[in-house]
């Protein structure tokens, strides 16, 4: 036994990928790990499809690309009626037989399981022969998660408490989110620069400011009514959650052009100056944004609400600041410039954080 694999119960799932591509940060991850030559199998387990998915929406099983995907559906009716609370177990069978096969296969010196999900309680299995590592990635701080309710809340805060119990090492997107699980064996793990595609949006910016990503009810459509007043332009690119948002948004006269994939993010980010991120502090959780590097990245400044890891003249906070149009004008002014890409340090790409990260979790 000289080989190695790694089980993978992502939060977003192929179907996800098909729509949407590496938009987030376990997508990320997972292709950043893709490329290294540690595993010999890297087999990611898709949530079960309902039934009802099954018929309306999933009807083709949807394959991560170059791994081994497990995408079965569950003949459980009345799970998802729970929505996202029916994550709790429904995991539990298909997991189970999946790591018995490897195990029974008897191939493998070392199975390690990477959990992205929020709530899901994995069985925790051992064995005498093979070593089994249990990874957990906090993709955020899902206590906190504006849009979870308060059972579902309770449900992440019972995940914690046993990852903490059963796991073997835990990464966090941020300080605080890792505080949440406690774990003796934590190591932070922001998000970065994603070195996928071309490394700079190119074109004549038709937009002064632009947002891309979700947008939920923590987007601070205030200040983005603010610079609708001041005379500048503004588009939202991705898709909105809330259509209350998107009616009051568009009342201010600011452009949402809906859903994009991530392999036109270069595209996307082409189409104005000065990335935006605006979110109430007070429904933000416990982060680090992904658009904050793929501003920087394709040369574009950002004016943000709340101060993250990244810190420099290109990042402007606006509730920091005594903001005011001249100090906008600048950010315009500065957009395009060859010394904003130039800005992010080596230690800034996901590729390089996961490096660093990684000989500790395989330790274990």
């Given at each position: 036994?000289?080989?190695?694999?790694?089980i993978?119960?992502?939060?977003r799932?192929?179907?996800?990928i098909?729509?949407?591509?590496?938009?987030?940060r376990d997508?990320q991850?997972?292709y950043?790990?893709q490329?290294?030559?540690?595993?010999?199998d890297?087999?990611?387990?898709n949530?079960?499809?309902?039934?009802?998915e099954?018929f309306?929406?999933k009807?083709?099983?949807?394959?991560w690309?170059n791994?081994?995907?497990?995408?079965?559906?569950?003949?459980?009716?009345?799970?998802?009626?729970?929505?996202?609370?029916?994550?709790?177990?429904?995991?539990?069978?298909?997991?189970?037989?999946?790591?018995?096969?490897?195990?029974?296969?008897?191939e493998?010196?070392?199975?390690v399981i990477l959990?992205?999900?929020p709530m899901s309680?994995?069985?925790?299995?051992e064995?005498?022969i093979?070593k089994?590592?249990y990874w957990y990635?906090?993709i955020?701080?899902?206590?906190?998660?504006?849009?979870y309710?308060i059972v579902e809340?309770?449900?992440?805060?019972?995940?914690?408490?046993?990852?903490?119990?059963?796991y073997?090492?835990?990464?966090?997107?941020?300080?605080k989110?890792?505080?949440?699980?406690?774990?003796?064996?934590?190591?932070?793990?922001?998000n970065?620069v994603?070195?996928?595609?071309?490394?700079?949006a190119?074109?004549?910016?038709?937009y002064?400011?632009?947002f891309?990503?979700?947008v939920?009810?923590?987007?601070?459509?205030a200040f983005v009514?603010?610079?609708?007043?001041?005379g500048?332009s503004v588009i939202?690119?991705?898709?909105?959650?809330?259509?209350t948002i998107?009616?009051?948004?568009e009342?201010?006269g600011?452009?949402?052009?809906?859903?994009?994939?991530?392999?036109?993010?270069?595209?996307v980010?082409?189409?104005f100056k000065?990335?935006?991120l605006?979110?109430?502090y007070?429904?933000?959780h416990?982060?680090s944004p992904l658009?904050?590097y793929?501003?920087?990245?394709?040369?574009k400044?950002c004016l943000?609400?709340?101060?993250?890891?990244?810190?420099?003249s290109?990042?402007?906070?606006y509730n920091d600041?005594?903001?005011h149009?001249?100090?906008?004008?600048e950010?315009?002014?500065?957009?395009?410039s060859a010394e904003?890409?130039?800005s992010i340090?080596?230690?800034?790409y996901?590729q390089?954080?996961?490096?660093?990260?990684?000989?500790?979790i395989?330790k274990y």
């Open positions: 036994m000289t080989k190695k694999a790694l993978v119960i992502p939060y799932d192929s179907y996800f098909k729509s949407y591509g590496f938009a987030v997508t991850i997972i950043e790990l490329k290294r030559n540690i595993f010999s890297l087999i990611i387990i949530r079960p499809v309902s039934i009802y099954r309306l929406t009807k083709k099983k949807s394959l690309p791994a081994i995907t497990i995408d079965t559906t569950s003949i459980d009716f009345f799970g998802p009626l729970k929505k996202r609370a029916w994550t709790v177990n429904c995991y539990q069978d298909i997991f189970q037989t999946v790591l018995q096969d490897l195990l029974n296969a008897r493998y010196e070392e199975i959990d992205f999900t309680i994995l069985p925790i299995v064995s005498a093979t089994i590592v990635d906090l955020d701080n899902f206590t906190k998660h504006n849009r309710d809340k309770k449900l992440v805060q019972e995940k914690y408490n046993y990852v903490n119990e059963h073997n090492a835990v990464t966090g997107v941020s300080s989110a890792l505080e949440a699980v406690g774990h003796k064996n934590s190591y932070l793990l922001t970065g994603f070195d996928f595609g071309s490394n700079s190119s074109g004549s910016p038709e002064d400011f632009g891309v990503g979700f939920t009810d923590k987007f601070d459509t009514k603010k610079l609708a007043d001041w500048f939202v690119h991705g898709k909105i959650m809330d259509k998107q009616r009051e948004l009342a201010f600011i452009v949402c052009s809906g859903v994009f994939s991530y392999i036109d993010i270069q595209k980010i082409s189409t000065v990335g935006l605006p979110y109430l007070e429904k933000s416990d982060e658009k904050l793929e501003y920087l990245k394709n040369n400044p943000t609400s709340i101060n993250y890891e990244i810190s420099n290109f990042v402007l906070n600041t005594d903001i149009i001249e100090k906008i004008s950010l315009l002014s500065v957009s395009g904003i890409a130039e340090s080596p230690s800034d996901l390089n954080k996961i490096d660093a990260v990684l000989p500790y395989l």
